[in-house]
């Protein structure tokens, strides 16, 4: 029996990825199969303590898987969005752009659907 196909992305805001963190991990993850933790751990200009606990947190609401393997003579981890993750990502950075709309001078939003004023 094979897993189901994610359905198209509700777009809502996701209070998992929400934070500024956990927003840059996955979304650095996105493009990619997976990305090296301590690639994730540079870009984002923190320590390791603090990106385990994003990490984690993603891990429990099933958006990142963390594999571990050896490399020369250290553990390597390396971090990869699952396809929950994605459709997570994809409807929360909809429901954001939904709201940048709102503030856009050009009004994509009207009065009639209560975008405007």
């Given at each position: ?71 020369n003579s250290r553990v390597r981890a390396w ?30 939003g009207t009065a009639a659907d209560g975008g405007?004023?």
């Amino acid at each position: 029996m094979t897993a189901p196909e994610p359905t198209a992305p509700d777009p809502a805001l996701d209070a998992v990825i929400h934070p500024v963190n956990r927003l840059q991990i996955c979304s650095m993850l996105a493009p990619v199969e997976s990305l090296a933790f301590s690639a994730v751990r540079d870009a984002l200009g923190v320590s390791d303590s603090v990106l385990s606990k994003q990490v984690r947190i993603l891990q429990e609401a099933g958006y990142v898987t963390l594999h571990k393997e050896p490399f020369n003579s250290r553990v390597r981890a390396w971090i990869a969005l699952t396809p929950t993750g994605r459709t997570a990502l994809t409807g929360h950075l909809e429901a954001l752009r939904r709201i940048a709309d709102l503030a856009s001078p050009s009004g994509t939003g009207t009065a009639a659907d209560g975008g405007g004023s």
